[in-house]
């Protein structure tokens, strides 16, 4: 339901700025979990897609937190506890602190490469092709160039013999699964018909990652 | 043996200051750099300081400006002598243009080392503007006097919270991309600093809406043709909310335009729209509104959306943005419009007890932008969302 929603909810914003100056001055640092705490928002839903630029994250607890495709350019999470974080899709450029392992919660449960980390690695198929357009077959064919592949990923489907595991994760991002993170609705790509085509938005998106 | 690259840090002080206090000299250069070089493998660190006395005078010395050109960062050993002095003040302001083609991160680390704020109601306004954009950064407070009487094991604790720092910055210089494109770079320090000085154009987010206007027209259908589709969005560029206890700038980052047929016909997109103005509007693809020709606004490097959102065709106020075929009715056409937030700064009231860090208000400020679209927030895929009146356009 789409509605005209011109009255400003000013008043609930103003009470949610005081609560967290109150916060921020009762500590010398204060905690960004704490901040979020008191402004009553989600860690796990709210903060997907965020704008989190140079943030200082050192010594905090962020378990819980969803950072997946947020911006988090420059942000610094020494001695933070980031078990369990999602950052898939999240913009790294310069961030520091977070050890590739931890940042290998993109192999899912089962060993399995995750549909974010496959995302970028289809742009980044487009991003290599004239005009930047790649196939489906194309992903399919490449996506061992640009992504760390399981065996687990790489072995046959159940369902369709002739099909690697990995092949399936291709066929949910070109046909727009997950709408809220896709390569589609975040305007980093257009569909085709039969494939991607990257934008200038999504080839930003691959330059402030660092390809 | 593994090679190292070494980075290099630009000490900034008053000779003044050396001469009267040179343990804090040794302690944040000599027993700095030996700290920074603790933390770091594979790579080393070396502090550099004019040492030849090159800074005399009002000449600007090409081996310094060489210098702080090739720093990784620059420490400030920050006095009112520091502030007073134009050549400190100029090694400052050439270090921010280095720091600017970076992108990312902030690679200055000020260490107050004697009270400025005795002193600041006799600054010139050029000593002022320095005093300001110094005072944003993160610094540490190593006031001589304390510093200086404190147990050795202490004092090693102190300049070791400066060395963990500036190793900090070396982790992400080193980790960063090598050079990106400059404009890409130069639109990101655009954007993440040329949007925090506070607007006096700015509105109360309480009186009005974040919209001005917003509109999609139709040519009138003509001999079975194809007709052009127009549109116009004008935000306000600059939103205020004010408390008893701050007050927080935010505007909009980037919005997206979609119309669709509801009913016979087809919305098509522009053959060249995406070639008029790629860093202003482009097209994407929304995956909740498939059907729609659907167009992304960008805000621009110094300021965020504003009026005349999307790129006027032929210095018109309107925009064309797509076609539709003969069967459209303008009746039967849906717009929307999704916006996203962005906050531009932070100030805390005056006379507040306790100031707040620097790293706390970047913290408030992104949390505020989060709030904001959360408390806007009506289309069903947790996006801003607003319909758009749709007319038919009268040549």
């Known amino acids: 339901v789409i509605a005209d929603n011109t009255e400003t909810p000013a008043r609930a914003i103003v009470e949610t700025l005081d609560r967290l100056i109150d916060e921020g001055e009762r ?29 200082d994250f050192r010594d905090e607890d962020l378990r819980g937190f969803d950072f997946s495709g947020a911006d988090l350019s420059g942000a610094d999470f020494r001695r933070a506890n980031v078990a369990g974080v ?15 392992k931890m940042l290998v919660v993109t192999k899912t449960i089962g060993n399995r490469t995750s549909e974010p980390e496959m995302r970028i690695g289809a742009l980044r198929i487009a991003a290599s092709k004239p005009n930047g357009y790649a196939t489906t077959t194309q992903l399919k064919d490449e996506m061992p ?21 990995y092949h399936q994760i291709i066929g949910n991002i070109v046909s727009h699964q997950d709408s809220r993170t896709n390569i589609f609705a975040r305007g980093l790509a257009v569909y085709t018909g039969d494939g991607i085509q990257i934008t200038d938005a999504g080839r930003e998106f691959l330059r402030r990652r660092g390809f | 043996m593994a090679e190292h690259t070494t980075f290099t840090g630009f000490f900034s002080y008053a000779s003044y200051d050396a001469k009267t206090d040179p343990g804090l000299i040794t302690a ?19 502090i550099w300081r004019d040492e030849d006395g090159l800074r005399i005078g009002e000449r600007w010395s090409d081996k ?27 090694e400052f302001s050439v270090f921010e243009e280095v720091e600017a083609l970076r992108g990312v991160g902030e690679y200055v680390a000020p260490i107050l080392v004697r009270p400025i704020e005795q002193q600041e109601r006799y600054l010139t306004s050029a000593q002022l503007d320095v005093r300001a954009r110094i005072a944003d950064r993160q610094y540490f407070k190593a006031i001589a006097t304390d510093f200086l009487n404190l147990t050795e094991a202490r004092r090693n604790a102190e300049i070791d919270k400066v060395a963990d720092d500036i190793a900090g910055m070396i982790d992400r210089l080193r980790s960063l991309p090598r050079m990106p494109a400059r404009s890409v770079i130069a639109r990101r320090y655009t954007g993440r600093r040329g949007l925090r000085e506070f607007s006096a154009l700015a509105e109360d987010y309480a009186e009005v809406d974040f919209l001005r206007s917003s509109e999609v ?9 194809e007709r052009g589709v127009y549109a116009q969005v004008d935000f306000v560029e600059r939103l205020y909310v004010k408390s008893s206890k701050a007050y927080i700038e935010f505007g909009i980052r980037h919005a997206i335009l979609s119309v669709a047929a509801a009913g016979p016909g087809q919305v098509r997109k522009l053959d060249g ?79 507040r007890s306790q100031p707040l860090s620097q790293a706390t208000k970047r913290k408030i400020e992104a949390i505020i932008g989060v709030a904001i679209e959360k408390n806007e927030r009506v289309g069903p895929d947790g996006r801003i969302c607003r319909s758009v009146p749709i007319g038919e356009r009268i040549p």
């Open chain 2, 273 to 351: 729209f995406n070639v008029q103005d790629v860093d202003r509007a482009a097209y994407v693809s929304l995956q909740e509104f498939p059907e729609a020709v659907s167009v992304a606004m960008y805000a621009s490097p110094t300021r965020g959306l504003a009026e005349l959102a999307l790129p006027p065709t032929n210095d018109n106020y309107w925009s064309q943005i797509a076609t539709a075929t003969a069967e459209v009715r303008a009746d039967r056409l849906r717009a929307e419009l999704r916006v996203s937030f962005s906050p531009y700064g932070l100030h805390i009231a005056d006379g």
């Open chain 2, 217 to 225: 027209r139709v040519d009138r259908a003509k001999n079975h043709g």
């Open chain 2, 28 to 46: 944040f250069t000599t027993q700095l750099e030996y700290r920074i070089n603790a933390k770091l493998a594979n790579a080393r660190f070396q």
């Open chain 1, 145 to 165: 160039k640009y992504v760390d592949l399981t065996v687990q990923d790489l072995a046959s489907s159940k369902t369709r013999p002739n099909e690697a595991m």
């Open chain 2, 64 to 90: 310094i400006d060489d210098e702080l050109r090739r720093a990784a960062v620059l420490i400030v050993l920050l006095t009112p002598r520091w502030i007073e002095s134009e050549y400190c003040r100029k």
């Open chain 1, 86 to 100: 999602r950052f898939e899709g999240a913009i790294l450029t310069g961030a520091i602190g977070l050890k590739r």
């Open chain 1, 27 to 55: 500590h010398e640092r204060a905690s960004f979990a704490a901040l979020v705490r008191v402004a009553g928002l989600d860690p796990a839903h709210d903060f997907i897609d965020a704008f989190l630029v140079d943030l």
